[in-house]
């Protein structure tokens, strides 16, 4: 199926000091267009995770990724006075985009009228997949706030971390307090991916650390384990990236063919490179 990627798609956004930039992408015919927001991990940009776009729009959804604060392309220092919060103007990024999901629409050629706006889904890999979370219900602990959004109705959460406490480094717990999740109200049907290899800096756990969520919350469905994925789960953050340190396509397609067999409710296969559990 031929795509169309359009970027940027600029949304004035008041009260975050930058205006919130987009790539929109999306199949050139065809209509009621399911649709993904998608939020990128540290320092990333709406330009990469190429490897999933592409194909989730070649498979029929329409792709929304805005470029976070935090993005290298940015450059919001430490001195910033929003740095701090940037993980709540993530999910405001996140929100925002819903919102405005007519206008970004209607911005790209040949769009307009043809996504389902009752048919949306979150997805995020890595501090994008804690973000996207909180529309799905999970929570920070000691934050009083809920940003569930039930206009969301699915989620695939790829190298979600896990919970807080003893399972930080120092570091992390003195930098990082939004990683200290309640996934208790995660109630929104979801998917989480984790590499068997995946060893994080921020935490002393474990690989394992990055499955906690599917025993936590009621919402996430399905766990698919990817044997041998590291943090970036094969490549998934970008065709050439040099941060990818376990490259290997076949992982990249096993996570093509999983997430887009679970927004489309069909049932999750790992096949022999993986494998799932479901509740």
Known sequence: MSVISVRPVTL?????????????????????LPVIVFSHGFGQSMDGYAPLVDHWSGQGFA???PTHLDSRALNVTPADPRHPGIWRHRVDDLVHVLDQLAVIEAAVPGLAGRLDHDTIAVAGHSWGAQSVSMLLGA??????????????????LLALTGTGGANLTPFAAEHFPFMNPDFAGLT???LLVAGDKDQSMLSPAGPEWFTEAYALSPGIRTLLTVHGGEHSLGGITGYLS??????????????????TAFLRGEPVDAGPLGSVENK
């Open 63 to 65: 792709v929304v990724q």
């Open 188 to 190: 929104t049907p979801s």
């Open 12 to 32: 004035p956004t008041p009260g975050r000091g930058d205006d919130l930039p987009l790539r929109v992408t999306a199949p050139l015919t065809g209509d009621n």
């Open 242 to 259: 040099t941060e990818t340190t376990d490259e290997s396509p076949e992982r990249v397609a096993l996570i093509r063919r999983a997430t």
């Open 139 to 156: 929570r920070v602990e000691g934050d009083p706030a809920d940003r569930r959004d039930p206009r969301v109705k699915a989620g695939v």
